[in-house]
């Protein structure tokens, strides 16, 4: 059974920072594409960062600059650093995976694509 175990959110300044981890078991996810994704309330699920299974990334535009993606795949695992947070970065965020090759980037960063997903883990930004 593939699982997917999001965790490191919580509750943070304006200006803070926090560092999100995916883990993932049940399979080894060296050619998958991996993405974040968040949920504010009221709101669609949007794609925040992600990276394909050759390594390529993409990023948000209300997010570049202050979150950094990253994957260890010795681990099995994927991260996402949090800086310079704002209220607006206020959500549940989303841990995803899968195996199929997006070719695109535009497809990779698409919540669509995705097979596997994470529970959630909420990240708060007061201001």
């Known amino acids: 059974e593939v699982q997917l175990q999001a965790s490191g959110g919580g509750l943070v300044q304006a200006g803070g920072s926090l560092r999100l981890s995916c883990t993932i078991s049940g399979l080894s996810f060296n050619d998958f594409d991996i993405g974040w994704f968040r949920q504010a309330p009221g709101k669609e699920r949007e794609g925040v960062s992600c990276?394909?299974?050759?390594?390529?990334?993409k990023y948000a535009d209300s997010v570049k600059g202050r979150f950094i993606i990253s994957r260890d795949d010795a681990k099995n695992a994927f991260y996402l650093q949090m800086n310079a947070l704002t209220p607006e970065d206020t959500a549940v965020y989303y841990c995803?995976?899968?195996?199929?090759?997006?070719?695109?980037?535009?497809?990779?960063?698409?919540?669509?694509?995705?097979?596997?997903w994470g529970q959630g883990t909420l990240v708060t930004v007061s201001s």
């Open positions: 995803a995976a899968t195996p199929y090759d997006g070719h695109s980037m535009a497809v990779v960063s698409a919540p669509t694509h995705y097979v596997y």
């Open positions: 990276v394909s299974s050759t390594r390529r990334t």
